[in-house]
Nanobody, 119 residues
Framework: VQLQASGGGLVQPGGSLRLSCAAS????????MAWYRQAPGKQRELVAD???????NYADSVKGRFTISRDNAKNTVYLQMNSLKPEDTAVYYC??????????????WGQGTLVTVSS
């Protein structure tokens, strides 16, 4: 099982980006899927998460600007980021609570994708 993130890049303040993260492999089920970020010199922090049933949770710093969603048929989680600010600059990591077929439930991390907000 692995998570593959994509969609990062350089964007100007006020711009938008959409991140995607697809889970692949022998998967029985996926519970909560989430996005974290880590800015230079700072600890990794939760940005947003979504349960299998669709319950959403956001960090206060991104409420009203970011939207997390998932496609259970595609085992994919998305993060639509609007009104981006320089302080959103970070490496963004996807995270998922997965039950692989025949194995115990565990947490998986994607490889990280860099988002840079700068003029």
């Amino acid at each position: 099982v692995q998570l593959q993130a994509s969609g990062g890049g350089l964007v100007q303040p006020g711009g938008s980006l959409r991140l995607s993260c697809a889970a692949s492999g022998s998967i029985f089920s996926i519970n909560t899927m989430a996005w974290y970020r880590q800015a230079p010199g700072k600890q990794r922090e939760l940005v947003a998460d979504v349960t299998r049933g669709g319950s959403l949770n956001y960090a206060d710093s991104v409420k009203g600007r970011f939207t997390i969603s998932r496609d259970n048929a595609k085992n994919t989680v998305y993060l639509q980021m609007n009104s981006l600010k320089p302080e959103d600059t970070a490496v963004y990591y996807c995270n998922a609570d997965i039950v692989p077929r025949g194995l115990d439930r565990r947490e998986y991390w994607g490889q990280g994708t860099l988002v840079t907000v700068s003029s």
